[in-house]
DNA sequence: GCCAACGTTGGC
DNA sequence: GCCAACGTTGGC
């Protein structure tokens, strides 16, 4: 199983609304980078995925899995755009913040540390492994 | 609210 | 096919 990050703005779709959606999930579209996009077409069905707060928080919140593979963009008509379905899985222990992962040394080569842009990321097998400890441990 | 970084667009 | 201009994102 591969490992991802989702992006999303709390003020227009956060955890809370992933989670409302419940297993039925929400089409992950609107993404209009190539980058995001071949990430997207490389998911496999259960794959899963952080979910980060940008901008407000700046954390990962939770744990999301694919629930639809790859499949045209509902949002638009431009054949190029394709998303999945992404829904909640469960919330972290406690959120893990773009600061913790900075100062992380086992997370120096992290997308997320290095190229905070990229709405779609890949996480790596110790990547995630990782961030699951952070979770878990109080930081203090 | 500013601005740096990045990706995309379009003129040449 | 290069590169300048522009728009967007997101951390600060």
Redesign the pocket.
Same mark, same amino acid.
């Given at each position: 199983m591969a490992y991802w990050l989702f992006?999303s703005?709390p003020d227009v779709f956060g955890w809370d609304d992933l989670v409302a959606r419940g297993a039925k999930g929400e089409e992950w579209d609107?993404v209009?980078?190539?980058?995001a996009r071949n990430n997207m077409r490389a998911m496999k069905l259960g794959d899963r995925g952080l979910f980060?707060h @940008?901008?407000v928080g700046?954390e990962m919140v939770g744990i999301a899995e694919v629930c639809a593979e790859v499949h045209p963009d509902s949002s638009t008509d431009d054949p190029r755009w394709e998303c999945v379905d992404i829904r909640a899985v469960r919330p972290l222990g406690r959120p893990v913040t773009?600061?913790q992962a900075?100062v992380e040394p086992r997370l120096s080569e992290m997308v997320?540390v290095?190229? @905070?842009?990229?709405?779609v990321q890949p996480v790596s097998d110790s990547e995630w492994a990782v961030i699951m400890e952070m979770s878990e441990t109080d930081p203090d």
């Open positions: 992006k703005e609107g209009r980078n190539y980058q980060y @940008s901008n700046k773009l600061d900075k997320l290095n190229n @905070s842009r990229l709405s």
